[in-house]
Structures are given as C-alpha cells and as structure tokens.
C-alpha cells in the first residue's frame, strides 16, 4: 500500500490506521495530529487505510483541524449538560469560528452562574478519556433510537435526510449523538475549555420555530492559549468601534434607524479625511470618478440579474406606475457610464471610481455596528480592458491596494479563488481570466493561498484579508473579474481590425464600504488615531483665564495652518482638562499659562508620550505638519 505524504510516497505492508501512519512518521506528528485528509476528504484518525491514497495529516494550527478539535469539545459540552440536565433536549453543536455552540430546549435558563458548574461536568468528561466510536444505523434504526432517547430535534434532522443518506453517529461513553464527523480519536484529547457566553437561538433559524438556549464556547490545546484568547477578547471589549463611536463622539447606530448609521461632526471629519485620501491615491492611479443614481427603474435590474435573483435583499418603490429600486450595488450604473458613447481599443483602459450609496436588507439579527448595516458607501471602481491588458491592470490595482494598507499599518494575506461549479462562459474565458490573475500574483511575487471552486459565478476573484493588532482577520479588498455583466449590457469597444470586441472588465474596491473599514481602523486604533486621522489633532488647555486671548490666537493660526483644533478655556483644573483631553484620544495637548505667554512658547503634552517640554510655535508646528505629510502611525 503506497501512501503519499506531502509529495513523498510511503509504503506500508498492512492496513492502518491514520493514527498509527502519524506514529510511524513521528512521535510528534502521533501527539499533534488532530485529524487526516485521505484524498482530500477531512477523516477521524482512527479511519482505517487500505488503499493507495494521499494523506494529509491536520493539527489545531490548521482551520480544519480546528473545526475537528471544537466539534468533538461540542460533544463534550453536550454530554456535560445531558448528564447534568437529563430532560435538556438536543439540537446542534457546529464548530464556527473561534469556537462552537450547542443549541438546548432546556426548562431551565442558563445563565452564567451556571457556566462554571458546566465546564466542571466537561472536565470529569475529558478526564474520563471516553474513546469517540462511529456508528451507522439504517434509517428505522435510527429513529428509534433517538425515539427511545426522547431527542425530537435528532429525529426531524433525520426524517429530512436523504433517503440514501448514511445516518451516523458518535459514542462517547454513555452519551450518543447524531452526527456526521469527523472527530477526535477521544475526549482526552480536548484540553482546554471555557464556556463565553448563552443567546436564544431559533431552531433551524426560523422565527416561527421554538427558541432554544446557545451555549457559545471555545477550546484549545493548551491553557495558556485560551488565557491568551480570552485577554485578547477583553482588549476587542474595550476597542469595540461601536462603545468608542459613542465615547468618542464619532458615530452611532440608534433605533430609529437599525442599520443606518448616524455620522457626527467628529465621525464626519475623520470620513472626509478617508474619503479625500481615496480620492487622491485613485487620481495618482488613472481612475476617473463619477456619481451614478441611488434609485434607477427595474428594467435596468433585471438586465443586470438583480431583480431575479437579489430581489429580497433590495428596497424598492414607484414611481410613475413603474417600479424603481434603491441601489444594491454601484455596478449596473457604472455600466451605463460605458455604454454611453463608443470606444476605441486605443481608448482602454478605461478606470473608473465611485463613492457609491447602496442600500441592501439585512436581517436585524445580522446588523452589527458599522460592520453590518443597511446603508453603506462602496468604493467602487470598474476597469474596462481589453484581454492583453489584463495582467498589468491587476498588478496596477494590487499595487494601489498595497499602498492603501501599508498606509493604516494592516498586514494582510492573499486569496485567489477559482471556478466554481455554477459558472457562466466558456472554458477558454474561465483559463484566460484565472491566468491574467494569478499570472499579475506571480509576477509581483506575492504568496497567496488558492481557494478552489469558491470564485463568483462571472468569474475569479482575488481577496485580501486584513489582519489587525489583535490578530482578527477582516475581508475588505477584492479584485473580481467579470464576464457576466459586460454580455447582458452588450459593451463593446471597436478594435484594430475595425470590428466590435467585448470588453473585460474588473469589479475591485479597496476599503470595501466606508463604514466598514472606519469600524475595523476604530478598534485597529483603539480610537487613538494618529494625527493624520485624528478628528481633532490638538486641544488648547489653559491654566487661568489671563491665557484665554492668547488660547484663542493660538488656535486661529493652528487652524490657517491646516490643524484641526480645540479650544477648552473652562474654569477647571487644568489636571481634569488633561485627564479629559486623554480620554478622547486627542493627539496633542497644549498648555498655557502665565509664564508661557510671557515666554512665547507652548507646554506640550503627547497623548502616547505624556509631557514632552516646552516648544515654540514654529517648532511644534512643523512636527506636527510632518506627522500628517508622513502619515506617521
């Protein structure tokens, strides 16, 4: 039997185990591996292999190893309440991101005071070490067994099984649960486990069905990985862009407009500084910008394939007898600026950039801060090329994108995504356009991951996932080429040999909404931008009103040199103004008092630095105008 191992081919007489081929290979590889991937299919490791084949073997440092590791400590977490409510009734427990849950129809709430007589019953279960054991029952089987168990959640995911579907579950110890896998070898291997938090959660997502009780959890290796986890979510706590939105005076989301967030004076400031700086960087990289409307009439949505198959997420309206809806996406209009005169070949490329309003219904459980809303500003942009042009475009937009986030200090890590099942075109379109992808990629010698089969149906994509300084990662840009729209909108161009050609065209944005990445730099920043971001970048604090004038004079010329200023001249002790002025994350703090005015020079106070001595005008100036020029973070 031949197995191959990260291009290594291995031999081995007998059957095994994937477990005992890890031992073989090393006593590491036995104690770290959490799962195997026999011809790519994710398997326990106390699969049996008798076949040539290749294995790939999956540790917690692995995404789909994780999702093993935390679904087998959902099990855990479910045997724990069973054993310690017997009448809990059982739903689902999926591994998601950071974690898993499990769904109970339970007659008593949980409530946090619980969790900690919770995690106990989970410890006794993975000290106990119970071995995981696959089953498969026929499905009359299978029902009575749940039946017998009083489960009425696992016997209607079972009636809506396919009839040829292999029903299967999982022992550990006394407790039996209807699952399909893959988990680990026991729950021993579980080590470290902490119940977050518990949310009503309705069965199957439907209002109209019972509200259960989710118990949202996590689990890791090692103890110190979850402290390390759990610290990390009580820095997110205080960087939350929606609690530093409100403190700092910026924007909020209230409730007589779920999803629309209000934008302040502060918020607006720090917007215009994104928005310009948009503005700028795409002027410097040949893009045009234009304004398309927010409302355009239903013919223009069904040519773009909206109205059939995005309806629901879509506001409309009439308007003269004739239905309109509120844009979704930028798209369909930008097609219409194209399509507005005749194009030579020698024309292309043709860039071009809108800020773009959209509006799209998302259900109120989804809505979240910035992040998740129903009003949102897009920075669109669409390139229309020929097919030789493709690769130094993508390259081009890599580039602005690059730039874009070396800016605001993200790191980032690249995805290309592939064909998926449910495509349009034709085969020499799909090879052509994933090369001009990945070709630009290879060119500019970047390392990117391959995401196959998950491109849009029109055509491959390239994402970019920023992660920020607590390690969370946020998909923001993304480079798609499209073979859809520029065929239903009929776009031409003419070429050299005189006949009309179809265009290709990039869908890309940057910052992805507005809103968005102003919540993910909020908590990146903690709401201590720097100055160049900063709504406010200096507050003038004075120690007695005899420095009030020369408060007031100073913030005139600070405000003609472009510094965006405040003034706080209460009768207050000038130790509460600072510890003021710090709490609003202001960049700067200048001090004034009597002998500073008789001098001619400022006391200046660094939000990061503290005190940082006494300055003139000229001198604080021209650090601070080389902080903005700089960007310096």
């Known amino acids: 039997m031949k197995i191959m191992l990260r291009g290594n081919a291995k031999e081995f007489e007998a059957p095994m185990t994937a477990l005992e081929i890890a031992a073989s290979i090393s006593h590491e590889l036995k104690k770290e591996a959490v799962a195997a991937k026999i011809d790519g299919e994710v398997k326990d490791l106390k699969t049996v292999i008798d076949h040539d084949c290749e294995v790939e073997f999956l540790t917690f440092a692995d995404e789909e190893g994780r999702r093993v590791y935390r679904h087998t400590a959902s099990h855990v977490l479910a045997q724990a309440v069973k054993a310690l409510y017997p009448d809990a009734k059982l739903a689902i427990g999926p591994a998601i991101d950071n974690g898993f849950y499990y769904d109970f129809d339970c007659a008593e709430s949980f409530t946090t005071d619980d969790f900690k007589k919770i995690e106990k019953e989970m410890e006794r279960v993975i000290k106990a070490n119970y071995p995981l054991e696959r089953f498969e ?80 959890a996590t689990a890791f290796p090692k103890k110190a990985d979850l402290e390390a986890y759990v610290q990390q979510l009580e820095e997110a706590k205080k960087r939350d862009h929606r ?42 990289h ?32 009439r308007i003269d ?15 219409l600026v194209y399509k ?11 860039r071009s950039g809108e800020l773009g309003l959209v509006h799209r219904h998302e259900k109120s459980g989804t809505l979240h801060g910035l992040m998740r809303v129903r009003c949102f500003t897009q920075d669109d942009a669409h390139i229309f090329m020929r097919p030789d042009q493709i690769r130094d475009e993508i390259k081009g937009v890599y580039r602005l994108i690059d730039e874009v986030y070396r800016v605001f200090g993200f790191k980032y890590t690249v995805e290309l995504s592939t064909r998926p099942e449910n495509s349009i075109g034709t085969d020499e379109m799909w090879a052509m356009a994933t090369d001009g992808l990945q070709g630009a990629l290879d060119d500019l010698g970047v390392q990117y991951t391959i995401n196959e089969g998950d491109g849009a149906f029109y055509g491959p994509k390239i994402d970019f996932h920023l992660q920020d300084c607590l390690g969370r990662t946020w998909q923001c840009g993304t480079i798609q080429l499209d073979m859809n729209l520029p065929e239903r909108f ?100 200048f001090v004034l008092g009597d002998k500073e005015v008789q001098d001619g020079v400022i006391a200046v106070r660094s939000r990061s630095e503290g005190s940082i001595g006494t300055m003139t005008y000229e001198q604080i100036l021209a650090k601070m105008q080389e902080e903005v020029e700089t960007k310096a973070l």
């Open 137 to 216: 029952l026929l499905r009359a089987e299978a029902l009575e067994l749940m039946q017998s168990k009083g489960e009425p959640y696992k016997v209607e995911l079972i009636n809506d099984l396919p009839e040829d579907a292999v029903i299967s579950f999982y022992r550990q110890g006394d407790f039996v649960d209807l699952c399909a896998g893959p988990h680990l070898p026991s729950t021993g291997y579980v080590k470290a486990v902490k119940i977050m938090s518990v949310a009503g959660a309705y069965w199957r997502g439907s209002e109209k069905n019972k509200m259960l009780q989710r118990l949202y």
């Open 243 to 284: 609690k530093l939105g409100r403190e700092l005076d910026l924007f909020d989301v209230l409730d007589e407009g779920p999803g629309f967030p209000f934008f302040y004076p502060k918020g607006m400031v720090l917007r215009n500084i994104l928005e310009d700086y948009w503005r700028k960087i795409h002027r410097e």
């Open 286 to 317: 040949g893009y045009e910008e234009i304004k398309t409307p927010m409302i355009l009439n239903r013919a223009l949505w069904e040519r773009s394939g909206h109205w059939d198959h995005y309806r629901e997420n879509m506001y409309t309206t």
């Open 321 to 335: 007898d004739t239905d309109f809806a509120i844009k979704p996406m930028n798209c369909p209009g930008g097609m």
């Open 340 to 350: 507005r005169r005749a194009w030579s070949y020698r024309d292309l490329p043709i």
């Open 490 to 589: 009929d776009l031409t161009y003419v070429g050299a040999d005189g006949e009309k050609h179809r265009p290709v065209m990039i869908h890309r944005v940057v910052f992805g909404s507005i809103e968005r990445f102003i919540g993910i730099i909020t908590e990146q920043f903690g709401g201590a931008f720097p100055m160049w971001l900063a709504p406010v970048q200096v507050r003038i604090m004075t120690i007695t009103d005899r420095a009030d004038d020369a408060a007031r004079e100073l913030q005139q010329k600070l405000e003609k040199a472009g510094i965006r200023t405040e003034l706080d001249v209460r009768n207050e002790k000038i130790g509460f103004k600072i510890r003021e002025a710090q709490m609003m994350k202001i960049p700067y703090m």
